[in-house]
């Protein structure tokens, strides 16, 4: 993440990773003692041998007390369980309530309403199948950057993107127990939206926290004109409007794959040298031991360090199944959407941007009628689509193309996702891409909001869910979403 400018740490309290450098240690002094132990063979004087065998000793003794100490260690370390802590912030109030959402079902408190509505349909799609989902995610053990974050400032928003490497555990079952678990490091994303200027909070519309009616955050300020409910600024933000993984490890992890090469590199060097010696014979035991150890030193280690190198080269490459993303392409992809919406909309943001889209296509998905949401308008949805179980976004999104018929601008794009599906009573993992067609009436300014379902009934002002009913409740008129927001008119999966 080094290529961002502007990041800020916030440093996690982690136990460490046990000293590498130990285990070398003791496995030094090891194979020092049994050297000299080895001389008990050699036909010199025995209190030459008697004074070696007991040098032998106590390096073999200080070698076994490295190695102790360092499996104590390590075994202290499997052990932590490292859990979130609120009082860090945002990030880590979040997470929790991420966890106790797939544990006990609490409604997340700290995230737009677009995303606590995604993971509602999940749980009808989950239950409709007969299955239960588990989810947790803890911080990575050892040692790391703790939680980063790189600021962003619109005319209206101000958004932070967070992020640390986090455990991330999956795991399905239905009425006979687990079909499918997984176990998988990962950077966890938040993208938060933070307090708005003051000035601006007549026009911001938000979500009510208690009865869920839309209003602006001056009135909610003032008493909820549904609910009556009081909130201050403090109440309403700031809110996770989007979230997203991406594969990597941690530097625990890494430093595990070292040293597991290195160990079996030059063990493995180690033993073929002296079983080799030891069959051609010929040679004193102290000398077979030294040119062993030699071996096991120069080639192993050499050996080792390229094996450890492969494989953390190949971690790289390792996106849990993600399809290929055109880096080039996604690059300038940011940068043409958001010049191109800027000419219509100076107080745009593409922070907000993809947090709308990423919601519109998780409902789209997973919504048991699509065509009964407002924000959709394709044709029927594709038949795998209804066998989506989990959607992992992986912040991969590329523009495929923009065209304007009148004021209706539609926009093409390629989102990435690593998705869980159910095929034959089996759960199965894929890297799929779904491009996904959008369009609105650029005329209109959007309103600014943290939720796509911020809206007012045109006909007669009432407060209500557009995004799953296109009908007012109130009046019954037709709400026509593209008029004031992004709708669905095409989408296909790619797996």
């Known amino acids: 993440m080094a290529f ?52 032998g000793v106590v390096l073999c003794a200080v070698g076994v007390k490295w190695i102790v100490k360092y499996w104590k260690d390590n075994k202290a370390f499997e052990e932590f369980v490292p859990e979130w802590d609120k009082g860090r912030g945002m990030y880590d109030r979040f997470a929790k309530e991420l966890n106790l959402w797939y544990e006990k079902g609490i409604t997340p408190q700290d995230c737009d309403g677009d995303t606590a509505y995604f993971l509602k349909l999940q749980k009808e799609r989950l239950d409709k199948k007969g299955l239960k989902l588990h989810e947790s995610v803890v911080p990575s053990k050892g040692t790391s950057y703790g939680t980063g974050k790189v600021s962003r400032k619109s005319l209206w928003y101000t958004t932070d993107m967070m992020y640390e490497n986090v455990s991330r555990k999956l795991s399905f079952e239905n009425e006979n127990g687990p079909v499918y678990e997984r176990d998988t490091e990962m950077a966890m994303y938040e993208i938060v939206a933070h307090s708005p200027n003051e000035a601006q909070t007549q026009f911001i519309r938000v979500t009510c926290p208690n009865c869920g009616a839309v209003n602006s955050v001056s009135k909610l300020g003032e008493g909820c004109p549904y609910c009556g409910t009081v909130f201050q600024i403090k109440d309403l933000f700031p809110r996770v409007i989007n979230l997203f993984f991406i594969r990597s490890n941690s530097s625990a992890k890494n430093g595990q794959i070292f040293r597991q090469s290195m160990t079996f590199s030059m063990s493995g060097v180690f033993l073929v040298m002296l079983i080799a010696n030891i069959v051609r014979g010929g040679q004193p035991l102290p000398l077979i031991l030294l040119a062993s150890y030699f071996a096991a030193v120069l080639v192993g280690g050499f050996l080792g360090f390229i094996v450890a190198d492969i494989r953390l080269v190949a971690t790289l490459f390792d996106h849990d199944g993600m399809k290929h993303l055109p880096i080039l392409k996604w690059g300038s992809s940011k940068r043409k959407i958001k010049n191109t919406m800027l000419r219509y909309d100076k107080n745009f943001s593409f922070d907000k941007f993809e947090g709308q889209l990423v919601s519109l296509v998780r409902m789209a998905v997973l919504a048991e009628k699509p065509e009964e949401l407002a924000c959709y308008r394709a044709d029927a949805r594709e038949p795998l689509f209804s066998d989506i179980l989990e959607m992992t976004y992986t912040n991969g999104i590329c523009l495929n193309g923009i065209r304007m018929e009148g004021n209706i601008m539609h926009m093409s794009v390629r989102t990435w996702w690593v998705n869980h599906y159910e095929e034959h009573g089996k759960v199965k993992k894929s890297g799929d891409c779904i491009d996904v067609t959008f369009r609105r009436n650029v005329e209109k300014q959007e309103a600014p909001g943290f939720s796509i379902t911020s809206v007012s009934c045109p006909g007669c002002g009432g407060s209500f869910d557009a995004v799953r009913q296109k009908k007012c409740p109130y009046c019954g008129s037709e709400y026509h979403m593209e008029e004031e927001s992004w709708v669905i008119e095409q989408m296909h999966l790619i797996r």
């Open 4 to 55: 961002f400018s502007g990041i800020s740490i916030q440093k996690r309290d982690s136990a460490s990773e046990a000293d590498g450098g130990e285990l070398f240690k003791g496995a030094a002094f090891i194979a020092a003692g049994v050297l000299a132990a080895s001389f008990m063979t050699m036909e010199i004087s025995s209190v030459l041998k008697l004074g070696l065998l007991a040098v």
